[in-house]
């Protein structure tokens, strides 16, 4: 994982250290990227052929899988999401915090008539609420060869820099990444709680 002003390879030991706001470029290796038979993700496989928009199913499959691992470390409440181009999906019904599963969610919104707009979407993006306060913005973009990168992240914290190469982990499990980049790196300053976030 690259890091601004580092060389490649080296980690600070400090982990603790803290950010207002961290954007992270992925880079998915194509050859490589093959969607996994998780059964949660079955369904949603099975309704993208039933639509008839397979040509969506490696974005929309990359989408549930970014989920599972963002889910996995908290953020599990879905504020907006849409196809780009196509627009906004439904947003979910309200629930209870440890019931959420985004990509349930997901699966829900593609079985409405908001499918349609997907099938010639190019990229998806998502704004997910982690543990208070944390926020994170997602855009998953259609792998293609001559275009490596596939995920842009947005993290807004506080966040720990151990929790940011964390989660770069988490997505690694389930895609194949060649590089894992942070573009840059705003810094916590004490008693800025109450900072404006964009």
Known sequence: ?????????FSRADRNARYRRVQL?????HERYRPEPVSL????????HEREVEDAEDLLTMTAQVLRAFSGVGFRRVDHWEARPGGWLPLPEATHGRLVEPVSH????LSSDAWAPVGSAHSFAVRLSGPEPLRADLVVRRLHRERTHALSLDLWGPVPRRAVEDL???VHD???LLR??????E???TGSSRARRR
């Open 106 to 109: 997901l699966l829900k919104a």
């Open 174 to 176: 389930r895609l194949p």
């Open 1 to 9: 994982m690259e890091w601004p002003g580092e060389p490649r390879g």
């Open 41 to 48: 993700l079955a369904p949603l496989t099975s309704l993208l």
């Open 187 to 189: 810094p916590w300053k």
């Open 168 to 170: 770069v982990v988490r």
């Open 25 to 29: 470029e992925l880079d998915v290796e």
């Open 180 to 185: 894992a980049k942070v573009v840059s790196a």
